[in-house]
């Protein structure tokens, strides 16, 4: 079975510092893939960053980068220089590649930024 | 490129009746995925359709339905709503079924059921 966990349930940051949002995982597919998804009080889930289970570098994109650390199954979010958009809920999720298998939730971490 | 659009946005409904949502995926993309958010569960997955045919369902009971058309639209249907479904139902498309595939949500649609 696959999980997906995400224990802190807020964060609390200042405007243009950095914030490390933390995901763990486990699963038993030796491929998968991880996702970290950005939700505003709208509720649109936007995708953010992408990292494979086979990738060397650590996925960035912008302001995003992901710590991925395979043995530890581990995959937080960091983000640079905070912005007062920021601040949302932010999910880590994952999807293993035998047939059936479906994209995971953790249960999400609140950020929020402030000025 | 368009995003995914899901309609109605909000729906209200009693309990008994049944709803129908409805799911146009990004232009391209063959694959549709449905997931129930609520406060107490979180994100679930619902099912989800490639090609016409649903290749993956969750724990949900049959009242849960859903469907792909040939154009890669969906429509989810749920029947005797219950109280307990009131959530927000999302939508992704992606370009296939592959992990290494992002999904890109929609919007949602939020439902209450008094």
């Known amino acids: 079975a696959q999980k997906i966990t995400q224990t802190q349930p807020g964060m609390f940051v200042q405007e243009k510092e950095a914030v490390t949002l933390d995901c763990t995982y486990d699963?038993?597919?030796?491929?998968?893939?991880l996702f970290w998804y950005k939700q505003p009080s709208s509720g649109e889930m936007i995708f953010l960053i992408y990292q494979g289970s086979y990738d060397q570098q650590n996925a960035t994109e912008g302001r995003y980068s992901l710590n991925f650390q395979k043995a530890r199954k581990s995959a937080n979010l960091v983000i640079s220089a905070s912005q007062l958009g920021d601040s949302a809920m932010y999910f880590c999720?994952?999807?293993?590649?035998?047939?059936?298998?479906?994209?995971?939730f953790g249960k999400g971490t609140t950020l929020s930024v402030s000025s | 490129k368009a995003g995914v659009t899901q309609t109605p946005r909000y729906l209200i409904k009693t309990r008994g009746q049944q709803v129908t949502l409805s799911c146009s995926p990004i232009?391209?993309?063959?694959?549709v995925s449905w997931y129930q958010q609520t406060p107490g569960q979180g994100l679930q997955f619902l099912f989800e359709?490639?090609?016409?045919?649903?290749?993956n369902k969750g724990n949900f009971p049959g009242r849960f339905s859903g469907r792909q058309f040939s154009n890669s639209r969906s429509e989810m249907n749920v029947s005797t709503l219950e109280l307990g479904d009131s959530a927000l139902y999302l939508c992704a498309s992606s370009v296939g079924q592959g992990y290494y595939n992002e999904q890109f949500f929609g919007p949602g649609t939020r439902l209450t059921v008094l």
């Open positions: 699963t038993s597919d030796p491929s998968y893939g």
């Open positions: 232009s391209g993309h063959r694959s």
């Open positions: 359709y490639f090609s016409e045919t649903q290749r």
């Open positions: 999720a994952m999807r293993g590649n035998q047939a059936g298998t479906a994209l995971i």
